[in-house]
Structure formats: structure tokens, C-alpha cells
């Protein structure tokens, strides 16, 4: 069973960036589709973007388009989510999830393993 663990949430102005952090163990990421979704408070979970390691494409959500950034470290078998020029609608909680399939959607049915969330606060 694929374990995911998020960090690097946090309360940030208008403007700012944060880095979110995904380590997964037991099992290398290198085989699976990973994506960050997330949710805020009252709203659905939203799909943010995912990455096909199978082919290395990428699937953005138009909200954060030209903002985010996914990243995925081998060595430290670990996902990131740059996320620059902050805006107050960014704020929920983000979620790093993966499926052992080569994916490019950004449904939250389609992927197995979930990590356990952590919150991102963009306020003045």
C-alpha cells in the first residue's frame, strides 16, 4: 500500500508562494500517475494538476495555469507543488493522491492512494 504524506502548508499574503511536499513510500513514484487536488471549505475537490509518468506530461487546472508547478524528485521519491502569485481562492486544503495507471485527468475517483492534506491560508 502506497503511503503519501503532505507538508509545507501554511498561511501566506496575497502575492506570496508556498511549496507543498508529497513523500510516498514504500513504492517508488516513478510508476504511478500523481496529481494534487484540493478542497475548500463548503466546495467540491478540485482536480489541480496531475503528472503522467509515463509519458512526463502534465494536466493543469486553468485556475492555476502559469502559477503552479509540479515537480517529482526520484531520489527522494517525493512530489512538489510550486505555487507562486498566491491568490486569496487558492485558499483549501491540498491533497497529493496517485494511481498505479497512467493517467491524464484530474478525477478524484480515478486515483487510489490519498495523502492526508495540508492547509493552504492565502490572506492579508
Known amino acids: 500500500q502506497l503511503q503519501l504524506v503532505e507538508s509545507g502548508g501554511g498561511l501566506v499574503q496575497p502575492g506570496g508562494s508556498l511549496r507543498l511536499s508529497c513523500a510516498a513510500a514504500p513504492f517508488s513514484l516513478q510508476y504511478y500517475t500523481i496529481a494534487w487536488f484540493r478542497q475548500a471549505p463548503g466546495k467540491e475537490r478540485e482536480g489541480v494538476v496531475c503528472l503522467n509518468k509515463s509519458n512526463n506530461r502534465t494536466n493543469y487546472a486553468d485556475s492555476v495555469k502559469g502559477r503552479f508547478t509540479i515537480s517529482l524528485d526520484n531520489a527522494k521519491n517525493t512530489v512538489y507543488l510550486q505555487m507562486n502569485s498566491l491568490k486569496p481562492e487558492d485558499t483549501a486544503t491540498y491533497y497529493c493522491?496517485?494511481?498505479?495507471?497512467?493517467?491524464?485527468?484530474?478525477?478524484?475517483?480515478?486515483?487510489?492512494?490519498w495523502g492526508q492534506g495540508t492547509q493552504v491560508t492565502v490572506s492579508s
Open positions: 493522491a496517485a494511481v498505479l495507471f497512467p493517467l491524464a485527468t484530474l478525477r478524484d475517483y480515478e486515483y487510489d492512494y
